[in-house]
Structures are given as structure tokens and as C-alpha cells.
């Protein structure tokens, strides 16, 4: 069984559709990336994995549920958007998601804190922009999950950042999990990611394992973006 099946997925937003018709089956096991434009439906696909989005046509399945409270219990999913409280610490934050999620790791989390040297005496209206996504992706990653969704994680933090974020992300990734990841800086995942999936328009543009599609067009898969995209 595919950790995540998709048929017929379409989603619309005030009679304009976000997805359309998409079909997607990814199996265990691996890294995904999740690649397109702004508007090409990376983050609506996310959030209807994740449960958090309703009124949806088609089929899907996550680890063999539709998305709601059962597929939630297995699923940890990272927005795009800061979701904590300003006047929390990161002890606060840790506290609060082991206290909502049963399959949180309190050890991990407080070793990805450290790990990211994050500052225990600060509330996160006194932290940056990277300080604070490092905050949530170590939250997220700290659950045992079997499913990750982690939308746009390196967005808006320097090239420094990046290395450090995903270095975190794949240091707690478990083999046997999936793991999508939604981004448009496809150069920085490109050496971790196991395949891609491009999508345009609600549609998925081109899918498959990372290296069978750098040997079929000989080029990366950044370059492949660009040219896919400019067609």
C-alpha cells in the first residue's frame, strides 16, 4: 500500500480550481519533492493531505485513511505560515505539542533546539525569521510520524540557513516514513530528494525518481524545472 493515493483530485476556490483532476500514488520511504510555481497547487495539495482542508472532490489516502482525525494521528505537517504564539519560548512550544500529539519525541525536540542553538531565554517575537522556522521544523520532525509535509521549510532564510535546516530535517527523517516537501529552490533539495513531482496549473507536469530523470534529459533537476516550466 502507497503511503499517499490520489484519483481524481480536484479543488476549487470560488469556482476557480487550485487542483484539477490530479492523480498521485507515492510510496514509503522516501524524500519527495514537491516542485512547482506560485499558484501551481503545492500548498493546497499539502493542506488537503494534511486534513486541514475540506470540500474537496476525488479520492485520497494517507497510510490508508482519508484525511481527517486518523490520518492526523500519523501525518505531521509543517505550514507555510508561523503558527505559534509571539509570547511563547521554545520550551513552551515543546511543551504544547507534547501535550497535543501522542507520538511526540520531548528528547528530540529539545536536542533539535540545541542542535539549531536556538536561545532558550527568548520569546519568539524576539527571534528571527530562520530562528523561528527552525523552531517548527524541529516540532515537526520530532513527532514519529509516518507521513511528513513540510511546506516551503528553506523559504525566505539565507543559503546558510538552508544547509543547516535540512541538515536538522534529514538528521530526523526515519527510512521508512515519507517525506513531501514543498519548494520552489529546487537546487537546495535537489541532493537529498529520492524523486520529484512538478506540478503546473493544478496538474502534475512531469513526475519520477530523481536520477532516472537527470539520465533521461541530461541535466539536473533544477535545470529541468526551468526548462519543463518555460515550455
Excluded at 116 to 124: A, E, K, S, V
Excluded at 139 to 152: I, W
Excluded at 180 to 204: K, M, N, Q, W, Y
Amino acid at each position: 500500500m502507497n503511503a499517499i493515493e490520489v484519483r481524481h483530485l480536484t479543488k476549487s476556490y470560488r469556482g476557480r480550481p487550485a487542483l484539477e483532476d490530479l492523480s498521485l500514488s507515492l510510496p514509503a520511504g522516501q524524500i519527495v519533492g514537491l516542485m512547482g510555481d506560485n499558484g501551481s497547487g503545492k500548498t493546497t495539495l499539502l493542506k488537503i493531505l494534511a486534513g486541514v482542508l475540506a470540500d474537496w472532490e476525488g479520492e485520497v489516502s494517507v497510510c490508508g485513511h482519508t484525511p481527517g482525525v486518523e490520518s492526523k494521528a500519523v501525518v505531521s505537517f509543517l505550514p507555510d505560515a508561523s503558527f505559534l504564539p509571539d509570547h511563547y519560548s521554545c520550551a513552551d512550544a515543546i511543551t504544547l505539542y507534547a501535550e497535543f500529539f501522542a507520538d511526540f519525541d520531548t528528547a528530540k525536540a529539545r536536542d533539535m533546539v540545541d542542535f539549531f542553538h536556538l536561545p532558550g531565554d527568548r520569546t519568539l517575537k524576539e527571534l528571527s525569521k530562520g530562528m523561528r522556522e527552525k523552531l517548527q521544523i524541529a516540532l515537526a520532525m520530532s513527532r514519529r510520524a509516518r507521513v511528513y509535509l513540510l511546506d516551503e521549510p528553506i523559504s525566505g532564510v539565507d543559503p546558510a540557513a538552508r544547509d543547516v535546516i535540512m541538515r536538522g530535517i534529514l538528521t530526523n527523517f526515519s527510512e521508512d516514513a515519507l517525506m513531501v516537501v514543498s519548494t520552489h529552490l529546487i537546487a537546495d533539495i535537489e541532493p537529498v530528494v529520492d524523486s520529484v513531482v512538478f506540478l503546473r496549473g493544478g496538474h502534475v507536469l512531469l513526475q519520477g525518481n530523481a536520477d532516472d530523470l537527470r539520465a533521461e534529459h541530461h541535466m539536473g533537476l533544477d535545470a529541468l524545472f526551468r526548462k519543463v516550466y518555460a515550455s
